[in-house]
């Protein structure tokens, strides 16, 4: 086994993979470290996002929205089945399937770009040495450069302490084997509402308990509260302003003790997912001697090019500060490799997309009403309702909107924000427009494809300066 390195990535998750592939293309020699292992107890590539995040998750989003979808939407286009019921071992066989093909494509490209694949634990040592565990064996790597990408663990609750059976966090709620009848979930971000989704079209009375009186701080206000109606209205109940206090794990079930507006609440379910984010993973990291500054909160500090405070170490992904997002993570990944290969790159911190996948989905880029209004800066708003879409009138996806936030004075687009049906690929436009620092007259001048979602992007451009077609324009 080699043990002299150009460049070696630590961690194989979305940052760590990217970067590591880039290194190579670049003509560097590279080797990526992971410990990451499968139920079987092989090592997988991957991380959070292959094996127990984005992908597992998206695909039981599918899957449990078309089983929804043949309830309750299929009488709507003329379609009468008999009876629909669920395989959740075959559903879960899929989402597992989807998973394994993605992971194995990696190790593929891996070979293709001859990376070394270093299965086990890395230790960084002094002078760029790193140590790699792998059973009882340890092997000593030099590197040149060392690019950190070991990604976050859900933060855990004393007052919710996972069993891995009845309290679990977001991969256990990945892999349940029958559908809890009742669901508690703490944390109404990201996770706790894909999650609550999925096992709410699947059947569970779902009930989230977030600790916020606000639903969706993140998100455009709007947004945020056209949102929170349609997830409830489909069954979501979500307190807001409530706090766990205690659990107590019965026969029966799970009681969760909540404070609700200062009021002592308590509610049992059957399962409960801790939601209530994520932390970065530097545990066992760094030999003592290793002397890397962390922010505040445990992230490891860096500058704007995901440099450490030592000459030659990186660090990319969600260990480093900024959105904890797959997509963040594999652009920051390529910046390094860049340069380190002596290129100049750059990440654009404003203009990395976000998306919920609830249904209909949530997504935004830019800045919100809220964030426009607390710095002041003064914009025209333009709107288009799905409802008065001809495609999505078509396809029975009509609730949301697309929003456009423009400088007053330039035009220039700040922000643009969809809630409605394949929102997130709909957005794409929206950064690619930003991207190249669009007026919303670029993107009203543009000409998009009839009948098509995209086209409510196209009106609510028009209706920035009042020209919108097929709505009555609030500036008229
Ligand atoms: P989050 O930060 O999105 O949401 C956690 C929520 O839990 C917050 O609203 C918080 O107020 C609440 N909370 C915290 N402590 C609580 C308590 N004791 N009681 C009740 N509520 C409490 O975190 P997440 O949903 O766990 O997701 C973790 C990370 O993973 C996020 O950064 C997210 O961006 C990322 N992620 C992204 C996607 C996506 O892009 N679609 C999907 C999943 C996860």
Redesign the pocket.
């Known amino acids: 086994m080699d043990t002299t390195f150009d460049v070696v990535v630590i961690g194989a998750g979305s940052a760590g993979y990217v970067a590591a592939i880039r290194c190579a293309q670049l003509g560097l020699l590279t080797a990526c470290i992971d410990n990451w292992s499968n139920e079987a107890g092989h090592p997988v590539l991957g991380g959070t996002c292959l094996n127990v995040?984005?992908i597992p998750?998206k695909a039981l989003l599918e899957s449990s929205e078309l089983y929804a979808q043949a309830h309750k939407d299929y009488q709507k286009h003329g379609i009468e089945v008999e009876k629909v019921q669920l395989n959740l071992a075959a559903m879960m066989e899929r989402k597992q399937n989807v998973v394994t093909q993605l992971t194995a494509g990696i190790e593929e490209l891996f070979r293709v770009n001859g990376v070394h694949w270093l299965p086990g634990q890395a230790k960084i040592l002094e002078d760029k040495n790193i140590q790699l565990q792998r059973g009882g064996e340890r092997t000593e790597i030099v590197a040149k450069y060392i690019i950190i990408a070991t990604g976050?663990s859900?933060?855990t609750?004393p007052?919710a302490t996972l069993d891995k059976t009845h309290i679990v966090d977001?991969s256990g709620a990945l892999a349940f084997t029958e559908v809890p009848e009742r669901l508690g979930i703490?944390?109404?971000?990201?996770?706790?509402?894909?999650l609550g989704s999925v096992w709410q079209r699947l059947g569970s009375k779902v009930t989230i308990?977030?600790?916020?009186d606000q639903f969706?701080?993140?998100v455009d206000g709007q947004i945020a509260k056209e949102s929170y109606r349609i997830l409830t209205q489909q069954g979501l109940d979500i307190h807001l302003n409530?706090?766990?206090t205690k659990t107590v794990t019965q026969a029966s079930g799970i009681q969760l003790h909540?404070i609700h507006n200062e009021q002592k609440q308590m509610l049992e379910v059957d399962k409960l997912v801790v939601?209530?984010?994520?932390m970065a993973n530097t545990d066992n990291l760094f030999d003592e001697a290793v002397d890397l500054v962390l922010d505040e909160g445990g992230k490891i500090h860096v500058d704007e090019y995901c440099e450490t405070s030592l000459p030659g170490i990186y660090a990319v992904g969600?260990v480093v500060r900024g959105?904890?997002?797959?997509h963040k993570g594999s652009e920051e990944g390529i910046m390094v490799a860049e340069r380190i290969a002596g290129h100049h790159y750059t990440v654009d911190y404003h203009l990395i997309p976000?998306?919920?996948?609830t249904n209909p989905e949530i997504a935004w880029v830019g800045k919100t009403e809220e964030e426009l209004q607390a710095a002041g800066i003064d914009y025209q708003l333009g709107s288009f309702p799905f409802a008065a879409n001809g495609r999505a009138k078509a396809i029975e996806r009509t609730q949301g909107r697309v929003k456009i936030l423009a400088d007053k004075k330039t035009d220039r687009v700040l922000g643009v924000h969809i809630l409605g049906e394949y929102a997130s690929e709909l957005l794409a436009q929206a950064v690619l427009a930003m991207n190249f620092s669009a007026s919303s007259e670029d993107i009203a001048l543009s000409i998009f494809a009839h009948p098509s979602l995209s086209e409510a992007m196209h009106e609510a451009a028009l209706d920035v300066q009042g020209n919108a077609i097929h709505i009555k324009s609030r500036k008229r």
């Open positions: 995040g984005c998750s976050s859900p933060i609750i007052v977001s703490i944390g109404a971000g990201v996770i706790g509402l894909e308990l977030e600790a916020q969706l701080p993140v409530s706090r766990l909540y939601a209530v984010g994520r969600d959105p904890m997002l797959a976000n998306i919920i996948y």
